[in-house]
């Protein structure tokens, strides 16, 4: 086995410091670029509520929209079909994989109206392509966007 010098050392740490934190920047863009997905309300009260969703090139691998409406109230539809629904939270599931660059339009109508404001809400999970960044938005009327942890 080789001793390395005290200038040899550092030179091959501050080499394996550099590769390390071109993987976290290379991290942090492929999550910059989850960032662009972007929800907002189109109609966040009646018994019609509908939203869009704008999905960036490239598209992620899988997206996942949690809506949440009061609990117990009846779904009569939803566009695209919802994957599952708990009633006792109110929580709505929708699975979207194989998704394109553009605009997803989603709707579903109630068994009974939403009057105010903040009776609704939802949220958006998703995934790169490369399985190696997840990210989470929230849906609001005003588009906010929600920040990245860790980047």
Known sequence: MTKLSLGAQRSVLLAVLLVMS?????????????????????QPRGTKISWKIHIP???????????????????KNSSPSHSSYDSASGTVKWLLSAVQPGT???????GRPIRKKGEIHGKI??????????????????????AIEGC
């Open 22 to 42: 071109l993987f976290v920047v290379v991290d942090c863009a492929v999550a910059a670029d989850l960032a662009e997905i972007r929800a907002r309300y189109s």
């Open 104 to 110: 997803i339009k989603m709707k579903m109508e109630l």
């Open 125 to 146: 999970i998703f995934q790169d392509t490369s399985s190696r960044a997840i990210a989470e938005g929230s849906m609001t009327s005003k588009n906010k966007k929600k």
């Open 57 to 75: 090139s490239p598209p992620p691998a899988a997206v996942i929209v949690l809506q949440s409406i009061p609990p117990g109230t009846i779904i």
